[in-house]
């Protein structure tokens, strides 16, 4: 017998503050750990860390194919790969997306990404003050992801700032904005397919040549698909390392003396990346449909409805994570699924761990302190941490 949706137990849409989330997704692990929301159409909602892990593990009862995110979206264009692919035809379009965001590809861009964190940080420092995320983070971010496409900062920025309208539209249910600014997207992603036509580059270094050419090591991809793969990167690929870097800002400027371990021992930072990720993983909105009727949790879900993965409780699980809300560098193990888990683990892992830890490093090393400037303001539902962090920097001595 289904049970009846019409309480709604999991309110999406209240009010977020930087630490107020976490207050609730505890009570909500405590008291339904499975819950139910009538918001967006009605989806469930997983809190507990095994659950969200089974979830993404198991492809034979869950399909990121029907529906992907919640909200639901429109996909008038067709499917984007490869979040909206199950396995095995998944692995088509991850295997060349997979080559370009291998370490070794990663690493090259050291140097550059240090480069640009200096010449963005230098003058906002030398002014005293700064918003992380707008100033800073945003900029950062896009020209990261502009160095995988081997595209240029503006138009970067261009594809966040109408990815921005997109994820409003989506967590607004509004339709017509949604489908304007989704086709704004594919705009830019056949713009950028037919210039790399023209000028193919390396498949091993860039994304859009080694999707086009993927034919020559195995199945080939339709153009069509190309630019939906293309579309789909732009708008999720700068959002979530914005996020979690602003998380981070906030988290030292509150806390002076991990700035002051951090600055005196550099050396820390990789380490205390993956504490941050644990403890401000930035997805929240990332579904699956189950395929048929199954439980989870003691609670019944029916075939066909949306489960979403709440990864910023998940990480905090007190099951998992002894002392799940203290800062702790030295965890052991530290399991956290900021990344995911399965065939749809976020495959720039290692590009967000180098943008976090040059990020976070330039900041400490260009200031002698920095502390909270104003009121931190958090983005919509899409995804978790800050769209407004104001700082103080203090030049170093």
């Given amino acids: 017998m289904q049970e009846s949706k019409t309480e709604s137990e999991f309110n999406p849409l209240y009010e977020e503050t930087f630490d107020n989330s976490h207050v609730y997704y505890s009570e909500m692990r405590a008291k339904c750990p499975v819950a139910h929301s009538n918001e967006f159409g009605g989806f ?9 892990i089974r979830l993404q593990e198991d492809t034979d009862s869950f399909s990121t194919a029907e529906q992907n995110i919640v909200p639901r979206v429109t996909r008038k264009d067709g499917p984007r790969p490869p979040l909206h692919f199950d396995p095995p035809e998944h692995a088509t379009f991850r295997n060349p997306i997979n080559r370009i965001f291998r370490k070794s590809r990663i690493d090259k861009l050291e140097t550059s990404l240090q480069n640009y964190a200096s010449e963005l940080l230098v003058p906002l420092v030398s002014k005293g003050h700064a918003d992380f995320t707008k100033d800073f983070a945003e900029y950062f971010t896009a020209h990261a992801f502009g160095e995988i496409l081997s ?7 261009r594809a966040r700032s109408v990815g921005v309208r997109y994820y409003r539209a989506t967590t607004s249910m509004n339709q017509e904005e949604m489908v304007q600014a989704s086709t704004d997207l594919y705009a ?6 037919d210039g790399r036509k023209q000028a193919l580059l390396n498949p091993d270094e860039d994304l859009v040549s080694a999707l086009l050419l993927a034919g020559e090591r195995g199945p080939a991809i ?6 939906a793969s293309i579309r789909q990167v732009l708008s999720a690929a700068q959002a979530a390392p914005g996020a979690v870097l602003g998380s981070i800002a906030v988290h030292l400027a509150r806390d002076q003396e991990l700035q002051a371990t951090l600055r005196k021992s550099p050396e820390l930072l990789p380490r205390a990346v993956e504490e941050f990720l644990r403890m401000y993983a930035p997805y929240r909105v990332f579904a699956r449909t189950a395929k048929h009727d199954v439980e989870i949790g003691g609670r019944q879900i029916k075939a066909g409805e949306a489960i979403t993965m709440m990864f910023p409780s998940a990480n905090r699980d007190e099951a998992v994570f002894p002392n799940p809300h203290v800062f702790d560098m030295n965890r052991q193990p530290n399991r956290h699924i900021a990344f995911g888990r399965g065939a749809h683990q976020c495959p720039a892992s290692s590009l967000a761990r180098l943008e976090l ?5 330039a900041l400490l090393a260009l200031t002698s302190s920095f502390k909270l400037g ?3 303001k958090m983005t919509d539902w899409v995804e978790f941490g800050p769209s407004s962090t104001p700082l103080r920097l203090f030049p170093k001595n």
Avoid: N, Q
Avoid at 222 to 227: Q, T, Y
């Fill in 44 to 52: 469930w909602a997983l809190f507990k860390y095994d659950d969200v």
């Fill in 151 to 157: 595209l240029p900062l503006d138009m970067m920025l």
């Fill in 188 to 193: 830019i992603a056949r713009e950028i397919v």
């Fill in 357 to 361: 830890r040059i990020g976070i490093g």
């Fill in 222 to 227: 339709s153009e069509k698909l190309v630019v």
């Fill in 374 to 376: 104003g009121e931190v």
